[in-house]
């Protein structure tokens, strides 16, 4: 063997064990005890139901690893900013579950000021799409704030709280919507 088919056998078997390390697959594992000596009973020690729990906490703590390690999810600022737009979401969608069968056929999202009354021109359907629409928007902006905290941690740190505020009007204005239809 030459020193340039050393080298390839090398240089293969490291990136093998690299492939390895940075592979998503799971670790062979055992399936039974080897038999040392005549005297040693085989049994099996893998069980199959708890195999895809493993691989579930294995991938858990693989995202928690990557979380600590991100700078973003270490500022507590955003880290309260997404557990509140969640669940000012669920909130949100509760209580329409909870109250849709008291809801009038029309919703009166504007006021109008002329008249002194509110306009009821929205379908109580339209509330089904609401929090989806909020989701999405809380989503948006917890990416862009992603995006933007490498090179300006004071503008993330200006629209988390911005968010915040905007959800917490969010959801007082739509108690108050509730609170004038039923």
Known sequence: MDDKEQTNNFLNRDLSYREYLYSEDEPEEVTETQVVSGEQISLGIQDKTNKNVYKLKRRLQRME?????????????????????????AIIGLLIIKYY???????????????????????????????????????????????????DRKLVYFISLSLVMVNLLLIIAFVQLLYLTI
Request: charge should be neutral; charged fraction near 10%.
């Open 65 to 89: 690893r990557l979380l600590e390690v991100n700078p973003f999810w270490n500022n507590g600022l955003t880290a309260f900013t997404t557990i509140f737009t969640i669940s000012v979401s």
């Open 101 to 151: 069968g008291q809801l009038p056929f029309k919703i009166p999202f504007f006021y109008n000021h002329t008249e002194n009354t509110w306009d009821a021109n929205y379908d109580k359907s339209f509330l089904l799409i609401f929090p989806v629409l909020v989701t999405g928007f809380n989503i948006i902006i917890t990416r862009l704030n992603m995006l933007i905290f490498s090179f």
